[in-house]
């Protein structure tokens, strides 16, 4: 079993930074997707930013330029830089990863999820 466990919510002024970390713990042999979805009120999750198999990285057009996501692969950790923050950024900002196991089962799990709320 993997879990995630995040990091880094909180509530911050327009034009602020925030910066949310997921780390990931069990018996994982390979990571092919781990990077960050998010929800507001009344939405649908969407992705905001991710490593995907091969290292490359997807960005929300919405929040390219002013997100940037990085990795420690020796701690199976992501972070997400999250500046110039707007109101229509806030959202719970769930984790999710996915990939293999030790015992060559694939994985799929989700963060519980942290508050990031951008106001005056």
């Known amino acids: 079993q993997v879990q995630l466990v995040e990091s880094g919510g909180g509530l911050v002024q327009p034009g602020g930074s925030l910066r949310l970390s997921c780390a990931a713990s069990g018996r994982i042999d390979r990571i092919n997707f781990m990077g960050w979805y998010r929800q507001a009120p009344g939405k649908q999750r969407e992705l905001v930013a991710a490593?995907?198999?091969?290292?490359?990285?997807n960005y929300a057009d919405s929040v390219k330029d002013r997100f940037t996501i990085s990795r420690d692969n020796a701690k199976n950790t992501v972070y997400l830089q999250m500046n110039s923050l707007l109101p229509e950024d806030t959202a719970v900002y769930y984790c999710?990863?996915?990939?293999?196991?030790?015992?060559?089962?694939?994985?799929?799990?989700w963060g519980q999820g942290t508050q990031v709320t951008v106001s005056s």
């Open positions: 490593y995907i198999i091969g290292g490359s990285k």
């Open positions: 999710n990863c996915q990939g293999r196991t030790t015992m060559w089962r694939d994985f799929g799990s």
